[in-house]
């Protein structure tokens, strides 16, 4: 059984697209500026300077690598790492 530990909300800006071409599709980065983290036991805030990189391939499957830092309010800093396929 799965259980709601925490809960991350993000700003980001607008999509900068890298690359793109018919056989792989089209790259972007999603710069990520700020946000929020709440849990039961901790609350806190998304540090700017993280990225959202994406492969949207032509069939439109989106491969996403997120990393990012976040700032709980007693001041530990934790650094995050996220894949998805």
């Not at 901790?42 to 976040?70: E, F, M, N, W």
Request: proline share 5%.
């Amino acid at each position: 059984m799965m259980e709601k530990i925490f809960e991350i909300s993000m700003y980001v800006e607008e999509p900068i697209v890298v690359g793109q071409d018919a056989q792989v599709g089209r790259r972007q980065l999603i710069p990520i500026v700020s946000g929020t983290v709440k849990s039961n036991q901790h609350s806190g805030h998304v540090l700017p300077g993280g990225v959202d990189s994406q492969c949207i391939d032509p069939t439109g499957k989106c491969t996403l690598s997120a990393r990012y830092a976040i700032q709980l309010n007693d001041g530990a800093t934790i650094y995050i790492e996220k894949q998805w396929y």
